[in-house]
């Protein structure tokens, strides 16, 4: 009673990600698009009726039912028996699922939701089997399900282990049952049935034998009677076995090969592990042409070895004409059998030095053919420990970067620490792997290797500069590489190592063979270029860079690589005043990383997810208040070694606590202290630390402190940033009220403005504008407000027309004027997004503590609990109104208006208005 590896129901989605058929453009994927069939039942099938009655009573209405038993009980077996003795009424409304981690909450919801067939009928049983392996995420929509809304479901999930779903609520109402492992238990009975095929004898000793050693495990009698039926003497050997207290797959599995024909045993040494195996992928790991024929052979036991759908769907069938085409099958072999040969090949003999020389031929033959996948994983199985060495020196990027061997790397590091040791070859890949998953400690142990390595070999691991020696073009790519991730780690100096890497690169580059020897580590290389340029604030040869080293990754096929690239090509367009364009690359990279094709991808997500936030922030529709939480984080994780997208984290998350109505929150992010001496302000590359100043700037401009806005406009002189420093002093001059010096320091700052990130010229015209119109020039100020408009329109940056000028006309009323006047649509758009909307200098005036509040002392050490009404007498006070006013709003008589604000006066320690404000606005209270 063996469990498929996959088997589907016509109604069921495969077990592999969603690839549209290029023929008709459907998902093959769908439900309505997909043929399978439940998994085969044997032809010694034996019926399991305890547990099929079990089910009836369990599935009859909707909700879970958790089957729970180890491999080898006979879970889905036993399902699919249940399912087919029951007629087309159960059977011809199920779905069958084999669980994997590419089944979503989006795609199993697809199914979940899928109506049944029979309106009548109590809904569609959708029977999942390895439920143990659903992503984390898809259980925890199974139970919010479960606890919100159990009849949209009926659900059957056959698991190794109990499932983390909340079980008390749902079992006290009926909704979730558990069958645990004692019901799925084989009874003398159906014990007795599973060991005729496989008995010689009639002897009871023999059978009281398999019963006693089995205690009704399935896979375990049919394994036991196996061996013992092929047994010279099967009394002698149910002695041996009864005597023993070893587990039965270690007793059994000399005597389960030894009952096998050497080519059977050969077989399952060569393809054991294999999850599935085609004939044709047995008949290349094998070299043996007949392999399909012992893969049937093995299956007709109905336990070794088991059928399971092909690859192609009855859809692709019929588009081809022949809708009862049988599709290529695939056999899975049972996992207690996998283990026994994963035992046996821990013993060195004859047979297992045949199979290892065979699959290592057949990976040789891969290899020649440009197929690295699963060669590692393969030779690993085999205990091919050297030519696996040899294989990830020569292909350990492609299995990094590209595909799903990068796990066997980590694993033939850690368990085999002695062969990488011998194959320095082998260092860069496991570096690679450590760097690529933010092991850095890890990188920089082998980085220091290859460093060591280097200077013993020194003058072999370098390229002249136009191609006359070329000695070794791999190590000096790897060597680059290194250095730069050494100098993300400010382990030494970021410029020398870049130029050491792009002269490298340059050299390999114009020499053919070069070019060709370390084709698979150059668009490494090229990418960490594109990431130190962007650091320093070269963006247009950091765009250059990510341009070629997207080339170089996808004529490389390395996947990973390139969606990692793109997310930081779209950071490359951000810094470079983008945004839209940044928007559209951050979308395509995530597109790829959700397409389920690449291995792993732990930083690129939320390096896309944070351009996208930063990107779109800045476009209208804009909020129009404060709102009372923060808003859910775009993605935080970033690699230790990305300083880029670690220092515009630190803007994000001061925008977002502005977004929460916290200018407090904001200045201190902003003037924190940081983690890391690169990331000091002080330490910043010349573009980023004027990024960092100017949202310093905008955050002093709210808080109405010209103090800090003086300090922040000598540092950007110091700088030399006469532009952006000619901006903050106008900002300065609008908050001490001297309109004129204000307009003529915007004046300055759009002449002399530098950097497009973020766009301070717009800025500047735009608070010019507000300014002039003040000052009695609408047909100026209009002017200036257009241009505002025209450089910001293709960037869709609506940030300079938020309204940052205190002693300027409100910016909405310029745009609405504007928008009567002029026929773009950006200034239309700017116009709708602003109109009914307060300038965010005055959103924030009520809420905002001042410079002197925030110097002043204040006496409460704990924020005092304040009732609700007077919650809103402090609002209306923060507003400047009288008591009438207060009294009027809130429909009492000003005598009760006065007794609140008695009472809120003792709660807040003061005497008069100001204090109030003060006291409250330093507790966060408005």
Known sequence: MQRPASTHHPASVPNRPSVPNQATGQDPTSPAATAARFPRLPRSYVPRRRLWQRLDEATSSHGVTLLVGPVGAGKTLGISGWLQSRGPELSDDAVWLHADAGWTPDRFRRVLDEPAADASSPGPLVVVDDAHALPSATLRLIDDRLLEAPDSMRLLLASRWDLPLNRLVPELLGHLTTIRGHVLRADRSEATALTEPYLRTTEPSVLEAIIERAQGW????????????????????????????????????????????????????????????????????????????????????????????????????????????DPAPRFAIHPLLTEVVRRRLSVDGVDIAQARATVVRAVNLDLTGGHSRLTLA?????????????????????????????SKVVEFTRTHPDMVEEHPATWFPVALDRWFVNDVEGARHWAGRILEAAGRERGT???????????????????????????????????????????????????????????????????????????????????????????????????????SCMTHLAFTQLMAGRERAAVEVATEALSMLGSGEIWRMEFAPSRAALVMFLGTQVSPPWSTEPISEPLPETGSRAHRGDLTTRFWLRIRDARLALTAGSVADAKRILEGPVDDAQLQEEQLPEHLRVVLLLEEAFVADLSADPDLLRRIE???????????????AGLTADCIGDRRAAEAAFSA????????????????????AQLLDALGEPAQALELLAQAAALTEVRRNAGPFLGWCRQGTPIQTLLQRLAAENSSPW???????????????????????????????????????????????????????????????????????????SSLYGKLGVSRRSEALAVARAHLLL
């Open 378 to 406: 393969r030779l690993l199985r085999l205990h091919a420990f050297d030519a696996a060495a040899d294989v990830l020196a020569s292909d350990g990027v492609h299995m990094v970067l590209s595909h799903g061997d990068g």
């Open 827 to 901: 200034v239309s758009e700017l116009a709708a997004a602003g109109q009914g909307k307060p300038d965010v200098i005055r959103l924030f005036e009520t809420s905002t503590a001042l410079r002197h509040e925030a110097r002043e002392p204040v006496g409460l050490l704990v924020p005092p609990a304040l009732s609700p009404r007077e919650r809103e007498v402090l609002s209306e006070l923060a507003r400047g109104a009288t008591y009438a006013d207060i009294g009027a709003a809130l429909f009492v008589s000003e005598n009760t208006v006065k007794t609140h604000v």
């Open 714 to 728: 000598a540092e950007l002189r110091q700088i030399g940033v006469l532009g952006e420093a000619g901006f903050v």
């Open 461 to 563: 691991w370098h390229v002249e500069p136009r191609g006359r020696h070329v000695p070794d073009a791999t190590k000096a790519a790897q060597l680059a590489c290194v250095r730069l991730w050494r100098a993300r780690l400010g382990l030494e100096p970021l410029y020398a190592a870049l130029g050491n890497a792009q002269r490298v690169v340059a050299a390999i580059r114009n020499h053919p063979q070069a070019a060709e020897a370390a084709a698979s580590v150059l668009p490494v290389v090229v990418t960490e270029i594109g990431v130190a340029q962007n650091w320093i604030g070269e963006l247009s040869e950091a765009e250059a860079s990510f341009t070629l080293a997207l080339s170089l990754a996808r004529n490389q096929g390395l996947s990973a690589l390139e969606a």
């Open 218 to 325: 399935c896979a375990a009698v049919v394994l036991t009677a196996r061996a013992l039926g092929g047994a010279p003497d099967p009394v002698e050997a149910a002695r041996r076995l009864s005597e023993g207290d070893t587990p039965v797959a270690d007793q059994i599995a000399s005597e389960v090969f030894a009952t096998l024909t050497n080519r059977q045993r050969h077989l399952l040494l060569c393809v054991a592990g294999e999850d599935p195996v085609d004939p044709e992928t047995a008949r290349h790991l094998t070299n043996d042409a007949n392999a399909g024929d012992l893969l049937t052979e093995l299956e007709a036991t109905g336990l070794l070895v088991s059928r399971l759908p092909g690859r192609s769907s009855a859809l692709d069938a019929s588009h081809a004409g022949d809708a009862s085409a």
């Open 749 to 768: 700052a759009d002449a002399d403005a530098v950097f497009s990130q973020p766009p301070t010229r717009a800025f500047s015209l735009a608070c010019q």
